[in-house]
Structure formats: C-alpha cells, structure tokens
C-alpha cells in the first residue's frame, strides 16, 4: 500500500449541497434531475453565490450509456448548468462513482489547480426495464468470471451473508431490523423514494387491496409482512426484496471550496479533514468474505489523514445497498467489532437517538439508490445534519463530526469521506 | 503450439473448461496457483507462469440461491419458480472461484452448510456442441 500518512496540500471545505427527489421519473431526462439538485445546492449556499465562480465540474455516473444510451455526459451536465467551458469531468467506480468524483475534486483544489469546483453525481435508471437494470448493474462484477455463473448484484451480496451468518450465526432477522430502522428514518425525508415506514407500507397495501376488491392480506404485523413470500419475495437467499435498495433515478450536487475561501460563500462550512480510497480483487479472491478490504483500508487512510478515530465519529452514512452491507460496513469502519454489526439496529445503537446515528437519511435502502448519484447523496445527509437542518430527523445534540462510506460493486472500490463542522 | 504455450487468458480457461479440463496458471518463481487465471504474479511480479491442472476438489465457502436472475439464466427457464444455486468455491489447491452449484436443493438454501465439499462438474449451456461449459461444483467427495 502506498503510504497514506499524507495529508493534502490545501485544505477543502464543503459550502453546498443539495439533491433532486429520488424516485422514478419517466418524463425527466437525467440533465433534468442534475439542474434541481444543482439548484438546491445553489440555494444551500447561505451568502450570495455567483456559479460563474466554479472552475471544475466533477460528475459521479456509472452508466447512462446504458441506462440511456447518452455517453460523454460531464459536458452535458456542465452545460444543463450554465458551466461551458469548464473542464468537466465523468468519474465512473461503479456505485462509488460520486464519492469519488468528491475525491477527484478535492485533489483539483489540494493540487492548486482550482479554488471553487462542483462535484455531483446522476443516474437515470427506470428508463430500462427490470431485467435490462439487472444486466447493466451486473456489468460491474467481473464479466468473465463472475456473471457467467449466474452471480447478480443481490446474490454478490447474499453469498456474503451467507459467509457472515454462518460464521457470527446472525439470521435474516436481523438484517429486517436495518431495513425497519432505515425506512423509519426515510419516512422523514421529503426526498426518499420510498419515504415511508414499513409498517406503513404494509397498511398501504392493505387499504390498496381492500380498495380493488381484491382479499385483504391477514399481516398480523410488520414481521408477517416481511416473510410473506408474495409481500416481500426472496431475491437471491437470504436477501428479500424489502432487503435490496430499489432502482431509481436521481442526481446529486456539492460545492467544494478552498479553506480560505470558504466564508466568502457561508458561514457554516464543513472542513473536509479526511479522504480514503482503496480498490479489492473481485469476492472471489479475497480471504474474508464477512468484511470489505478496500472499506477498512480507506476508513484506515481518511481516519489518519483526519486524526480521528471511529470512535469520535457522531453520524455516519453507510453504502447500504443491501441491508446485509449495512452491517458490514458498520464493522468494517470501526465502530462495531467485527461480528457483532448484525444486532445493532435492533439495539437501537444505531438509530437517530442512538449512541452511532447510521443512515439517518434512509440510506440507499429508503432514499433510492441511483447508482453514480448515491455517494454524495449521503453527503447532501452530513451537511444537513451537520448543519442543525435535517428537520424532522434531526439528531439531538452538538454535532461536529460525520463520516460518508460509498462502495462500488462488491467493494472492489471504497470511498471514505470524514466532515468537521467548524467552530 | 504445445499446450503451455496457451496465452493465460480467460479464453484460455474456457478452452480448457470445453476440452473437460479444470486449469489454473501457476507463477513459477513462487508456485503460488492462480484462479482466475493470471498473466502476472501479484504475489512476486514475475510474469513466469505455467498452466497446472486442479484436482477439481474444493469445498464451499459462501453461495446465494437466485430467484431473480441476469437475461441469459431466465432464457434458460431459470427464475421466480426455479431458483438455482451460485456461490464461490474454495479449491483444494488454495485459489478460490465463482461457480454455479449443483446436488444441492435451491428451493431450501438455509439447509446448505458453508464447508460443503464439492467436486468440478462443467454445465453444458450451449446448444450442446461441447463449446460452452459454465464452471459448476456438484456436492461430493
């Protein structure tokens, strides 16, 4: 490993950010979804803000080839905003594209390069149907060994969980509890794709079939639900559908400053005191599969450069693609040893008025997942509660710290951010 | 071109798979065995490899049982109503690999114990002209 005692050159702060609403919006295109989160970033900004002031434009997305036959779209972006001709760049690691194209943007600013720069990320996915969704995420895994054997994403996952129940003896149960407390938080943002608690939802359904005539389900409560195989149908053992994050489309937005500059657009910036990034080998090749490498390295390289440890860490938003990541990125960073992650949301330690607030935003599981956009999508989440403005769900008590962890594909790439709210 | 003269590719490999053989490349200077194959040694940086092949032996070390699967598995009738088995197959020789997994029920994977000893059995998944065996571990000594 290179040595990653380094620290950057220049400090950057954090002085915007914003997101459009995740969900599925067939009569948008994703330029459409980049400009409202560019615009709530914009408004995010407390003093007055000239965008002509942003030199570098850096655009988190995994695949509108794909997903929307559109290449090259860092330019598009750039120009959906009124930025031609700043260079813009498209940054792709799978779901980690955003948090990496944070990454990119503060090294812009460190090197000297650039003083005031927009980071983002965007994905339009609904365009596709289900199964054409399946076959472009699996693009991801490796395509010469992996998905020729039938591996998906929910399955590169569920083998996981397979490994860790087996060797900590946690049960699906378990991994219901991180979907439970995660839907509870996204009920709270107005901007989730599924912003609604699962017992909710079960009671939605309800009165949906009662409405067409059709028998009323007999839930007896939200765990009936759950292991209902119609309500809530396997996708690849153990992981059920109310276990995978949904397919969405959304965009994401952040302004990134030099230090110095920082107060001349607000006076609450965040200090961005910790970066990691590390990549692994394909599931296949690792020694352990109840742990992401590339996320403890990462964790390892940001918590250094910040002089933090995980335990000084007050809110963390996780890659919870699948609820079983969940639980392994809570060990993975430090703040559970490992196998003992599984229990914590049920503990409670992990929800808003827990001793370690994950995913307060809803995380990918609630929030939608739009694969490029997610990483700063959890950025949007440490700004606001950072900034004593999430509302509803706001966690009680004085705030200074907060951690990003933004996995690409089975964690063959990790991104770590750490955020310091300033004096 | 004698067989070790196969460059160590993945086309390679399914070369092997389709002749009925279970290859690895093997780094000369250090002997450690790679699956997938490799070109380079990651272990010593050599590029001094050797085609060996495995004993077909290995044992099961975490797998997933597919309801909702990729394009090409549901065109083969696989999907809600016949789930089938993945996973990654730990080898006797140490490399590990992903395969599809056969002699073990899908519809009740929570049965499945990780330490399954398994054996090579290639799928034909073609149209039978022996040019396309998917790489499968059925339960077995």
Same mark, same amino acid.
Request: with cysteine; aromatic share 8%.
């Given at each position: 490993?290179?040595?990653?005692?380094?620290?950057?050159?220049?400090?950057?702060?954090?002085?915007?950010?914003?997101?459009?609403?995740f969900?599925?919006?067939?009569?948008?295109?994703?330029?459409?979804?980049?400009?409202?989160?560019?615009?709530?970033?914009?408004?995010?900004?407390?003093?007055?803000?000239?965008?002509?002031?942003?030199?570098?434009?850096?655009?988190?997305?995994?695949?509108?080839?794909?997903?929307?036959?559109?290449?090259?779209?860092?330019?598009?972006?750039?120009?959906?905003?009124g930025?031609?001709?700043?260079?813009?760049?498209?940054?792709?690691?799978?779901?980690?594209?955003?948090?990496?194209?944070?990454?990119?943007?503060?090294?812009?600013?460190?090197?000297?390069?650039?003083?005031?720069?927009?980071?983002?990320?965007?994905?339009?996915?609904?365009?596709?149907?289900?199964?054409?969704?399946?076959?472009?995420l699996?693009?991801?895994?490796?395509?010469?060994?992996?998905?020729?054997?039938?591996?998906?994403?929910?399955?590169?996952?569920?083998?996981?969980?397979?490994?860790?129940?087996?060797?900590?003896?946690?049960?699906?149960?378990?991994?219901?509890?991180?979907?439970?407390?995660?839907?509870?938080?996204?009920?709270?943002?107005?901007?989730?794709?599924?912003?609604?608690?699962?017992?909710?939802?079960?009671?939605?359904?309800?009165?949906?079939?009662?409405?067409k005539?059709?028998?009323?389900?007999?839930?007896?409560?939200?765990?009936?639900?759950?292991?209902?195989?119609?309500?809530?149908?396997?996708?690849?053992?153990?992981?059920?559908?109310?276990?995978?994050?949904?397919?969405?489309?959304?965009?994401?937005?952040?302004?990134?400053?030099?230090?110095?500059?920082?107060?001349?657009?607000?006076?609450?910036?965040?200090?961005?005191?910790?970066?990691?990034?590390?990549?692994?080998?394909?599931?296949?090749?690792?020694?352990?599969?109840?742990?992401?490498?590339?996320?403890?390295?990462?964790?390892?390289?940001?918590?250094?450069?910040?002089?933090?440890?995980?335990?000084?860490?007050?809110?963390?938003?996780?890659?919870?693609?699948?609820?079983?990541?969940?639980?392994?990125?809570s060990?993975?960073l430090?703040?559970?040893?490992?196998?003992?992650?599984?229990?914590q949301?049920?503990?409670?330690?992990?929800t808003?008025?827990g001793?370690?607030?994950?995913?307060?935003?809803?995380?990918?599981?609630?929030?939608?997942?739009?694969?490029?956009?997610?990483?700063?999508?959890?950025?949007?989440?440490?700004?606001?509660?950072?900034?004593?403005?999430?509302?509803?769900?706001?966690?009680?008590?004085?705030?200074?710290?907060?951690?990003?962890?933004?996995?690409?594909?089975?964690?063959?790439?990790?991104?770590?951010?750490?955020?310091q709210?300033?004096? | 071109?004698?067989e070790?003269?196969?460059?160590?590719?993945?086309?390679?490999?399914?070369?092997?798979?389709?002749? &009925?053989? @279970?290859? #690895?490349?093997?780094? %000369?200077?250090?002997?450690?065995?790679?699956?997938?194959? =490799?070109?380079?040694?990651? $272990?010593?940086?050599?590029?001094?490899?050797?085609?060996?092949?495995?004993?077909?032996? &290995?044992? @099961?070390? #975490?797998?997933?049982? %597919?309801?909702?699967?990729?394009?090409?598995?549901?065109e =083969?009738?696989?999907?809600? $109503?016949?789930?089938?088995?993945?996973?990654?197959?730990?080898?006797?020789?140490?490399?590990?690999?992903?395969?599809?997994?056969?002699?073990?029920?899908?519809?009740?994977?929570?049965?499945?114990?990780?330490?399954?000893?398994?054996?090579?059995?290639?799928?034909?998944?073609?149209?039978?002209d022996?040019?396309?065996?998917?790489?499968?571990?059925?339960?077995?000594?």
């Amino acid at each position: 490993m290179p040595d990653n005692h380094k620290k950057l050159a220049r400090g950057v702060s954090l002085v915007g950010a914003g997101m459009s609403k995740f969900g599925s919006f067939p009569e948008k295109s994703s330029r459409d979804l980049f400009i409202d989160a560019f615009q709530e970033m914009s408004k995010s900004v407390d003093k007055d803000f000239d965008p002509q002031r942003i030199e570098y434009v850096c655009i988190g997305n995994f695949s509108s080839d794909l997903f929307e036959g559109q290449s090259h779209i860092a330019p598009i972006m750039a120009d959906a905003v009124g930025l031609v001709p700043r260079a813009a760049v498209r940054v792709e690691d799978a779901c980690a594209s955003s948090g990496v194209a944070l990454r990119q943007g503060i090294m812009g600013i460190a090197s000297g390069l650039y003083d005031v720069v927009l980071v983002g990320g965007v994905e339009m996915m609904t365009k596709l149907p289900t199964s054409q969704v399946t076959d472009t995420l699996a693009a991801a895994g490796d395509v010469l060994y992996e998905i020729p054997v039938g591996f998906t994403f929910p399955g590169f996952y569920a083998a996981m969980a397979s490994a860790y129940f087996d060797r900590y003896g946690a049960a699906p149960e378990d991994l219901m509890q991180v979907a439970l407390k995660n839907h509870a938080n996204g009920a709270l943002n107005d901007k989730a794709q599924f912003g609604v608690t699962i017992p909710d939802w079960m009671e939605k359904r309800k009165r949906s079939a009662e409405k067409k005539g059709r028998p009323v389900p007999e839930w007896k409560d939200e765990w009936d639900f759950l292991h209902d195989d119609r309500a809530n149908p396997m996708i690849a053992w153990p992981l059920r559908l109310f276990d995978c994050s949904p397919i969405t489309d959304g965009a994401t937005a952040a302004m990134i400053v030099a230090d110095d500059l920082a107060k001349e657009f607000t006076d609450y910036p965040l200090k961005i005191i910790g970066s990691g990034q590390a990549s692994d080998y394909p599931m296949h090749d690792r020694d352990d599969l109840t742990s992401i490498g590339a996320a403890k390295l990462a964790a390892q390289e940001a918590y250094q450069m910040a002089g933090v440890t995980a335990k000084d860490i007050q809110l963390a938003e996780v890659h919870d693609c699948f609820t079983i990541a969940e639980v392994i990125a809570s060990e993975d960073l430090g703040f559970f040893e490992p196998g003992t992650g599984y229990s914590q949301a049920e503990k409670g330690t992990t929800t808003r008025d827990g001793e370690i607030p994950i995913n307060t935003s809803g995380g990918l599981k609630a929030k939608g997942h739009p694969v490029g956009a997610s990483g700063i999508g959890q950025v949007v989440e440490i700004f606001k509660q950072l900034r004593g403005r999430a509302g509803e769900r706001q966690i009680k008590g004085d705030l200074k710290l907060g951690l990003a962890h933004n996995v690409g594909a089975t964690g063959q790439t990790c991104v770590v951010h750490i955020f310091q709210r300033e004096e | 071109m004698s067989e070790n003269d196969k460059p160590f590719t993945a086309y390679s490999f399914q070369q092997y798979l389709n002749q &009925g053989q @279970l290859k #690895a490349s093997q780094c %000369v200077d250090c002997q450690k065995i790679y699956l997938p194959v =490799r070109a380079i040694c990651p $272990d010593c940086g050599q590029s001094n490899m050797d085609w060996i092949e495995l004993s077909g032996k &290995g044992k @099961l070390a #975490a797998y997933t049982s %597919v309801y909702i699967g990729p394009s090409f598995m549901n065109e =083969r009738g696989y999907g809600r $109503d016949k789930p089938y088995l993945t996973g990654i197959v730990e080898l006797e020789e140490g490399p590990r690999i992903s395969a599809r997994l056969l002699g073990l029920d899908p519809e009740n994977p929570s049965k499945i114990k990780i330490g399954t000893p398994l054996v090579y059995s290639g799928i034909e998944i073609g149209d039978g002209d022996g040019n396309s065996i998917q790489l499968a571990f059925k339960a077995g000594e």
